[in-house]
């Protein structure tokens, strides 16, 4: 894993901005894997200054998300298909058909997760994939104790993500106790994974996968065994390791 210390939030965000638009300049039709959560915000508003001021063209580029919260609609603020239009979608030129995020209203969520994986699977694989973490270690919603070998699933949240996400929510009854993400097989296929970290919320996290074992009590330890990871990360997260 490579580590790239950023001063602060916003030199983080740049540095993850510019790799992301090196890769769809490079290559238009590329796959991005995208996150949500506050980390990647500062990123997504980088590169819709640069394809409102550098014309970066995002036309034929596809998106595939991490993962959806069960029960929230598509068009409910807290899901996070609403996060997405809001934060990126809506402000730059991507036909929103191509822009992939797991159904969390599906009928059949089996044959939802299956399509999922179908869906990154004629795209042919993620070219680069945008992670946060939890502090707990969880990448997308994968949950301490999840196997390394899970694909997209449905999982229960963790009390402490919940009560981490309620500052997005009315009150804390209001967070689903469901969500459905990529597994930690599916995030381990992409080509490239750069994981951000910022603030001292996140520099526990960051000390127990720079320096921890590989280990499914902390998912995101299963970086450790993929070939190309950059772990983005500013100096208060960056704290402890
Ligand atoms: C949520 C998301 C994760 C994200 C994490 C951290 O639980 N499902 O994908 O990485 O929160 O969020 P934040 O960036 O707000 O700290």
Do not use: W
Request: proline residues 4%.
């Amino acid at each position: 894993m490579n580590i790239l210390r950023a001063d602060n939030y916003d030199q983080l965000s740049k540095i993850a901005a510019s790799k992301i638009i090196e890769k769809v300049r490079a290559n238009p039709k590329a796959t991005i894997g995208l996150a949500t959560g506050s980390t990647p915000i500062g990123v997504y508003k980088l590169l819709i200054e640069d394809h409102k001021t550098n014309g970066t063209t995002y036309k034929q580029v596809s998106t595939v998300n991490l993962d959806e919260y069960i029960g929230i609609s598509r068009d409910d603020p807290n899901s996070y298909h609403y996060f997405m239009r809001e934060q990126l979608f809506n402000h730059i030129d991507i036909p929103l058909e191509q822009t992939y995020i797991p159904n969390g209203m599906a009928e059949d969520f089996l044959l939802e997760c299956t399509r999922f994986e179908s869906v990154i699977h004629e795209l042919g694989g993620v070219d680069v994939q945008l992670l946060g973490i939890g502090q707990n270690g969880h990448i997308g919603f994968n949950e301490p104790g999840t196997s390394f070998k899970s694909r997209t699933h449905v999982v229960t949240l963790a009390e402490s993500t919940r009560k981490a996400n309620s500052r997005f929510f009315p009150s804390l009854d209001d967070v689903p106790t469901h969500a459905i993400t990529m597994g930690i097989a599916t995030i381990m296929d992409s080509k490239e994974i750069i994981l951000l970290a910022s603030g001292a919320s996140k520099a526990k996290a960051i000390a127990r996968l720079v320096h921890g074992e590989v280990d499914e009590d902390f998912p995101a330890s299963a970086l450790k065994l993929h070939k190309n990871v950059t772990i983005i990360a500013d100096i208060a997260a960056l704290q402890l390791v």
